[in-house]
Each structure stands twice: as C-alpha cells, then as structure tokens.
C-alpha cells in the first residue's frame, strides 16, 4: 500500500510513518518543512506542502492507495491571541480543502482518507458520558474541530472512503503530553490542575497507531471515531498515577483561575472534561494493546523512572 502523509513530521505523523514500513508499505510525507526530518527516515521522501497549487499533490494522489490528513499547527505551543486562533484555523481548515481539491483532480483517487480530528469537538461535558453521537460543543476548539472535519467532507461524493479521527490526549515518551506532565512532579512540584475532576480521555501511541492502521484497511470503517482507550480517567487520578510512579508528591495544586491567568483561553485544553468513549472503534473489532491506565503507564515509564 502506498499511503501519503499530510503533516508526517509531528509525534504521530512519525509514529505511523514507522509502523507502516514495518508492515513493508510505502510513504511519503508532505509538509511545511521538507529541510525538517524530525526523526523520519531518509527513505520517506519529504514533499514541500504547496497550498497554492493543489495539482502538484494531485500527481501524487494519483497513485496512492490511502491519504492520511494529520496537518496542523500545534495547538500548546503558545497563547492563543486572535492571530495565533486565526493560523490555528487556517493550518487545518485551508489544508483540507486544498486536500479536497487535490482528490477531485487526481485521477484515479485514494481509496481512504483519514482525516484528523480531536475529542475537543464534544466542547466541555462534566461527568456526561460521551460517544460519537454527542453533537458539538460551541467553544473555539470545538468550533475548530466542526470546521477541520467539514474541510474534507467534499470526498466523500467522489467516492472516497473518509474516516475521521477524534483523538484524545496522545501518551508517549517521546514527545507530547506526558513529558510536560512529569516535568513538575519530577521537580517535586506537581499536582493536579484545577478542580482535578475532569475527565481526560486519554490513549497509549500504540494504540493512536494500532487504530489508524486498522481503520486504514477496515473497508466498512467510515465516518468519525473516537481514538481514546475504553477507560478515561479525572486529571486527579492521572496525576496520582504518575507521582506513584516517580516516587514524587502531588499535593501542589494549579488552581483554574491561576491556568487562565497564565495561560488564557488556551487553558481550556487542560481544564475541560471529558468522559469520551470509542464505541465505534470497539463495536468495528478493534482490540486495545493498552486498554487500562495502569499498564499503559507501566509500559512507557518504566524504562525511564529514576
């Protein structure tokens, strides 16, 4: 299978990438930065990502079996003033489209889409229990995320089998959440965030990938998926969890108002919550390597406690 990779140079693009060639499939990477490996292999050719012109990725579409859609600006990296809100929308949004366009002109077309997504979506939902069914929430990432879906939904027409992929909080030790949530209780200074009774809904890599993979050639898999493990948990239990593990305190709480004031809007990605389950992907068949907190943890912090 030939797959080409829109965005392959972030921490799942890269992730994928691998699986994908120790399965002996072929990949190439779009991105907005060619001369940036980050990781991939020198075999996978990087393309520059030219919005201007989507014929240029149509010549590649034409002999790919599957897309992957995983562009988009990183959405911690910094305050979100109305600039950094309007790249934000416009990394993801405008990509999709020129995506769209790109397939219409590819003759033949890829089979499959995968197009990004995020839980953010479903918007702050308390203790509900949420499904693919719960509509949008109306928050600026859950307006996000409706926008980023509907950028490629034109494929759908064409004959193209679209999935899209609502992912959780992505753990790994390299790269992502985690590190960013060991760094204070390493120091001794951790705690959890806010009220700490939010749900995270949060999902081992190997896993993120494992489901990609599937749902790349699961030929009755179409429309939006949660990609989260089957058990969420409160910040305060993921919290917990890892101090046990560090051997560390977490008595240091964040209060919320001391996460807007630091970080403003951009705080609600920590704040809200969210008790999303993949209902979709379990009912498909898809079988969890790390279904549970506890050994998802053991697995990726064990070699890297001290």
Sequence with gaps: MYVVLMGGTGLLGRALTDALLMQQHTVSVFTRHPKHRRGLPPAVPLLPWTPSDPNALAKHLREADAVVNLMGENLAARRWTSARKRALVASRVET?????????????????????SAVGYYGDRGDDLVDERTPPGDDFLARLCVEWEASTASVEALGVRRVVLRTGVVLSSDGGALPRLLLPLRSGLGGPLGTGRQWVPWIHIADHVGAMLFLLTHEAAKGPFNLVAPTPVTNAELTRALAQRLRRPAFFRMPAFALRWLLGEMS???????????????????????????????????????
Aim: hydrophobic share 55%; aromatic share 6%.
């Design 96 to 116: 999709g489209r020129v995506l769209a366009a790109a397939i219409r002109l590819a003759q033949p077309r890829p089979k499959v889409l995968l197009q990004a």
């Design 268 to 306: 609600a990605v920590l704040l809200v919550s969210q008790r999303v389950f993949p209902n979709r992907l379990l009912d498909a068949g898809y079988a969890f390597r790390y279904p549970v907190l506890d050994a998802a943890l053991d697995n990726l912090l064990a070699p890297h406690i001290v």
